[in-house]
């Protein structure tokens, strides 16, 4: 057992006896859609009777769907965390009745002894790739950036701030000038991209950093209404790899994109299934690939290979 992890009761349970409760955020994007598919086909694939509760964005609706699958005494509870904070009292009402919890995606500011693991990639990590791929494609020219910021308190949209801040300090030819949420949504990103282009005049701004791929796709409509062309005129990075902007990409309208695997389900549940068995503690994080894709890539190639996986 990892110091100071919960006391779980392992218990003799075959993947088809169990019954797991996934409490999702919502469905913000495209890559949201696809990780609630891959994690209701993984599953199915392994006879696990999936109750799903979509949040519609609220962390209120997310306790509520954990109580209740506290209340019906699921084996196990999936949670995607909406927002960093404020999950202790509920945690703590699911260690009581000895039920694991994984973290799905993004991270919470709760003990570590009140989740059993967390799926995530490294977030921060991934805000840094995004940074550096500005900083080498800039090469020391000036370059005024724009950002879009995930759900506000979400950890995703802390950490990738943080991350691609770090990487671009010390680069005076770059600087954020404006900076604000799109909640992780295309509608979001297109409107908030056009204030963006209204207040800063989209001939002073070099590039945009969004922070999922959705944001960036809304924002590219936004930026070809104002009659500039995205990609050229203006350079984007975004994270996710969903295969729109792989599409956009192919079309010289976004330049890169950071990768965020949907299956998150996969190895939360090889843990759930091997603990459940035998008690064997998975390590606290369980750390997914990032990986950087850019114009270099056959992104026509990569877009037809995922459109059909659930985005
Ligand atoms: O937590 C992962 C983020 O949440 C994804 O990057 C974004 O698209 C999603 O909604």
Redesign the pocket.
Known sequence: LIAGAMSFVPMTAMAADLTIGFSQ?GS?????AA?TTVTKQEAEKRGIDLKFADAQQKQENQIKAIRSFIAQGVDAILL?PVVATGWDEVLEEAKDAEIPVVLL??TVDAPEDLYMTAV??D?VHEGSVAGQWLVDETAGEKCDIVELQ??TG???AIDRKKGFEQAISGHDNLNIVRSQTGD?TRSQGKVVMESFLKAVGGANICALYA????MAVGAIQAIKEAGLKPGEDIKIVS??S?PDIHLAMANGEANATIE?TPNMAGPALDALEAYLADGTMPPKWIQTESKLYTLKDDNMAIYEMKKDLGY
């Open positions: 955020i913000e994007s495209g890559w949201r990780e995607a995606d993004r995530t990639s977030l995930g759900t979400s950890s995703p992780f922070h999922n791929d959705d994270i996710d969903v965020l």
